[in-house]
């Protein structure tokens, strides 16, 4: 039986090869810097094997092939992902779009082939129905769509433009679909959001909804890299460390001020742009200390990232505090100084022992540069008792500070 398999295509957005335009793979291929490779990318940032892409299931995979640089998608490091019309992929120094050309994308809303599109948490939303059914709206009057450049559990991120000033934007969709948990998912981070203003958090700009289904908030576009993507490349300087650690803290202590807690800090929330700026994004997940009526978490749940979230959020993430926020910054610098996070295993039923009932080492243990008291002050962030860790952001910066000021 013959599979259908969509044609695949990488669009370059950006690359140091000035002969790659755009590479058309019809079955599985390695990509490397090896010229064994089926695709060979002459980057010394690529690995000799980096990644493979091959067909299953009448769609299409990367696999990441142990590379020392990691594959990206959609601004995360993956092992494995199915691609999706619209990501953006990313190996070595190389940017791609991913363009997925097949007989027919049908539009979730009014059923017809697409033509031209985006893809939605895996929904095909077409442009003429973005288009007459956000005439009340500014959507498509006042921004032009480009292409994915982030997903999460439940949105996709758009690059886009302003059309009025030519600023650049990123737009997130959300598709609803009569999911009343993701609708007020939408009402929390809009308002969350539009609470918050500080000059190292992402700025929000405007939200607003199509029929009920589709939720969509604009926001601040910094160009640049993940946290996540500059540790993957080597370790911080202690300078740079310092300045990021002073960004965050200080956007978090500007959040802990508005009773807002994030409750997702990680490096793959922490944007490092142009010039040195520093970003917090993402308040999907967020909540007000007081006064909230939203609860998004069922108690005895929890959200976040394994690898820095607090014991007490993996418990009940609706009982977490600013103090859940202190632990997972915590555990961020921690990856910053020792290249990995505080707990490491392959298996998630020992990575939630070890949050609940173990101590991490020294970061030193993995970085022998870092004198014992860098080690107390990231030790005391991590503490399993809340009411054992610093109390504020600024109170943890302020330690650290410290620290730096005595050039450890």
């Known amino acids: 039986m013959k599979i259908n398999l ?8 950006q690359t140091p090869i000035s002969s790659l335009k755009k590479i058309t793979i019809s079955s599985k291929s390695i990509l490397g810097r090896s010229k064994e490779a089926d695709i060979v990318l002459s980057d010394p940032e690529v690995s000799r094997q980096h990644c493979c892409v091959y067909p299953q299931n009448k769609g299409w995979y990367i696999l990441d092939l142990g590379s020392h640089n990691g594959t990206f998608l959609n601004s995360k490091k993956i092992q ?3 691609l999706a019309h619209g990501d ?17 994308r049908l539009c979730c809303f009014c059923g017809k082939n697409a033509k031209k599109f985006l893809e939605v948490s895996g929904s095909t939303v077409c442009f003429s129905c973005l288009e007459d059914r956000s005439k009340d709206h500014s959507l498509l009057k006042n921004y032009a769509i480009f292409y994915k450049i ?6 996709d991120v758009y690059l886009g433009k302003h059309l009025p000033s030519a600023q650049e934007v990123a737009i997130k969709f959300i598709l609803a679909d009569g999911k009343e948990q993701i609708k007020q998912s939408f009402r929390r981070e809009v308002k969350t959001m539009s609470k918050l203003s500080h000059p190292h958090i992402v700025s929000f700009l405007e939200a607003d909804q199509i029929e009920g289904r589709l939720f969509y908030f604009v926001m601040e576009y910094i160009p640049g890299q993940t946290l996540y993507h500059r540790i993957s490349h080597g370790l911080p300087s202690l300078n740079e460390a310092k300045e990021i650690m002073r960004a965050i803290l200080s956007a978090l202590q500007h959040a802990y001020e508005h009773k807002v807690v994030h409750r997702d800090v990680t490096p793959f929330n922490i944007l490092l742009g142009q010039n040195g700026k520093i970003k917090l994004t993402d308040f999907g997940i967020s909540k007000f200390i007081q006064g909230d009526s939203i609860a998004l978490t069922e108690p005895g749940e929890g959200k976040g990232t394994l690898d820095y979230i607090s014991p007490e959020q993996m418990t009940n993430a609706l ?3 600013h103090l859940s926020d202190i632990y997972s910054a915590g555990a961020t610098f921690y990856h910053m ?7 490491k295993t392959k ?4 990575m939630i022992t070890m ?3 173990k101590a991490p080492l020294p970061p030193s243990t993995y970085n022998p540069n870092l004198l014992p008291e860098m080690d107390a002050v990231v030790l005391k962030s991590l503490q399993k008792d809340p009411v054992d860790r610093y109390q504020t952001p600024q109170e943890f910066w302020q330690a650290l500070e410290v620290i730096f000021l005595e050039g450890r």
């Open 6 to 13: 969509p044609k695949l295509c990488l669009n370059t957005i």
């Open 80 to 82: 494995r992902a199915p």
């Open 88 to 104: 953006y992929l990313v190996v070595g120094q190389s940017h791609f779009l991913v363009v997925l050309e097949q007989g027919e």
């Open 150 to 155: 982030g997903q999460g559990g439940m949105g």
């Open 319 to 321: 009982e977490a505090d």
């Open 337 to 343: 100084l020792a290249g990995r996070p505080p707990f």
């Open 347 to 350: 298996y998630m039923r020992d």
């Open 355 to 357: 949050i609940l009932h």
